[in-house]
């Protein structure tokens, strides 16, 4: 322990309560971690009823969405309901610094793996199953990997919302994988 | 055959259970069916170990085994006739952490705790595994008890601080003993049929009732460890109607060296299976040590992975090169071929229909052979190779005798390289017969770019490989595994 943290532990100014810095404490939830029994969303017992929600997602990474035929989503075995962007009934946008960000996807697919439409069954199970039974069309627009030398000029780099950010610290442009 | 209930001991008591799909998971019916949800779900697909339980099984030496699996993809109806053990298991009557949870607890082995119970329940197994009186495992032994779990937040090195100290605090003992006792009462003569939700899952005891089943059932899919099956049902989302479990079928489960080869029975599972091969050849240590991960070792059987035929699987180039011979079984007609002949093409085997595979036989070393199996892959545990390759030759009087390599990787099934071979056999085991051979591997193999791996990487880190071979088994001043792999150095800490 760092011997000026020691000394004001010894020494405290105010009470004689020892103070907590410097001293090994474990995790407030440390003993409910290794039992089991800290509880995560998932582990919170469910109510009756409770349905469950599956999501439709895009196989394209840039596209247009020509039709979207969710007819065999609703006959599927165990299905509630299906949303898609029609159904939401404030601003179909999540983003919360860029703004950018629709939760369902309208008509415009920006990446692989976009929520398209969402699906409800009484099941997990049967939510799943009922989402690939969509039939989409898309229209493909370009979609390519950012070449070394557009990856050089950050051509395809937000610029930083922090302005003082940008001043100090450069986006590197790193390259993962 | 008369449908009856899956049995397995479970929270102190035998459990009987029906009406589960038998493709219903462990992990489902642990946190869906009975909410024990202390087990969590971090990738339904064996990877992460979020999942990780312990089963409890009995052996051929009427003792239990305890393994660590993961529950993600295990179907529940394997479950019958074991023992299954989860974090919630572990703590003392009185409410006192079991060593390995406190271990936890004071090495702030945790910080979100989501892996935490994967981690509590792989330590457990290998504390278990420890007698009294047994050294405390070291590094290495650490790593590979752990190589199954994945934490994004503390860095492992609490964890493993954990693992060491949870040997010093005073022993909880388990009672194998009496856990064998309950076992063997549930031990079945005949059949196991288990009929839910339009599913079928049968469970023989012999493999002349395996045969039989085989031809009525020519449809069903057959289940070993289901490492590879399970994730057809959490992930591809298939139906299985029908699974034929060999895992009971007890000549499967034979492991013996019959003084020419190593027979080893369709239902080993890899770790015992690689123990065993290991010890015959100390060069497939490392092969052996980053194969998947202990979990998957532990429920994965190696006939599994040769029978799935993988262009990816980690078994089939080594054993290639050893000149393995699987053995294939039809009614009471038993047929043998050499491995490699076993793939005909991408996912198709040379199985004939009602046939199956029962065994491997594995040639015992040869003293004048030179063997080397090498695995590349960006993680040193549970990743899936890039290129794995391996090479086996004898040198008479300089000359190369014998040579077999194969790789996979590198096509569509695993395969020998004979261009490259025919360059080596007959010739001097020197510099420039190995550039030639090099050269030909470029005739032997044209293999795919994919996210793992470009074709041109592939084709020259194959290349690599058999002049690293080369480096390490020429006659004149062979290099050590130290001086040509970052990996052979790991000290055991």
Known sequence: ?177 | METRNIRFYFRGSVNEMEGHAPTRTVLQFLREDVHCTGTKEGCAEGDCGACTVVVGELNGHGGVDLRAVNACIQFLPTLDGKALFTVEDLQQPDGALHPVQQALVDAHGSQCGFCTPGFVMSLWAMYCAQAPGDTAPGREAINDALSGNLCRCTGYRPIIDAARAMFDMPRVAFDRAALADTLKGLARADTFTCDAAGQTFLAPRSLDELARLRLEHPDARILAGSTDVGLWVTKQLRELPELLYIGQVAELRELSNDGGHLYIGAAVPLQDAYEALVHLYPDLHELHRRFASLPIRNAGTLVGNLANGSPIGDSMPALIALGARIVLRRERRMREIPLEDFYIAYQKTALTPGEFVQAVRVPLPVPAQRFRAYKLSKRYDQDISAVCAAFALQLDQGIVRGVRMAFGGLAATPRRAQQAEHALEGRPWNDATVARAMAALKDDFEPLSDMRASSAYRTTAAQNLLYRYFLETREDTPLAPRQTSVFASAGTG
């Open chain 1, 1 to 177: 322990m760092d011997t000026q943290v020691k000394d004001a532990v010894a020494s405290p100014t105010r009470s004689a309560a020892p103070s907590a810095a410097g001293r090994p404490l474990p995790h407030e939830s440390a003993v409910l971690h290794v039992s089991g029994t800290a509880t995560y969303t998932d582990d919170i017992p469910e109510l009756r009823g409770t349905v469950y929600c599956a999501l439709g997602l895009s196989g394209k990474a840039h596209a247009r969405v020509l039709s979207m035929d969710l007819e065999a989503v609703r006959q599927a075995a165990g299905v509630v309901a299906v949303l898609t962007a029609a159904d939401i009934p404030g601003e179909n946008n999540g983003g919360p610094v860029l703004h950018d960000d629709p939760l369902l996807a309208d008509g415009l697919v920006q990446y692989r793996g976009q929520p398209l439409f969402a699906v409800v069954a009484t099941s997990s199970d049967l939510a799943r199953r009922a989402a690939r039974l969509a039939r989409v069309e898309y229209d493909a627009l370009p979609a390519t990997r950012p070449s070394r030398q557009k990856r050089r000029e950050r051509a395809y780099c937000r610029p930083c919302a922090c302005s003082a950010v940008t001043q100090r610290l450069p986006c590197l442009g790193r390259r993962i994988g």
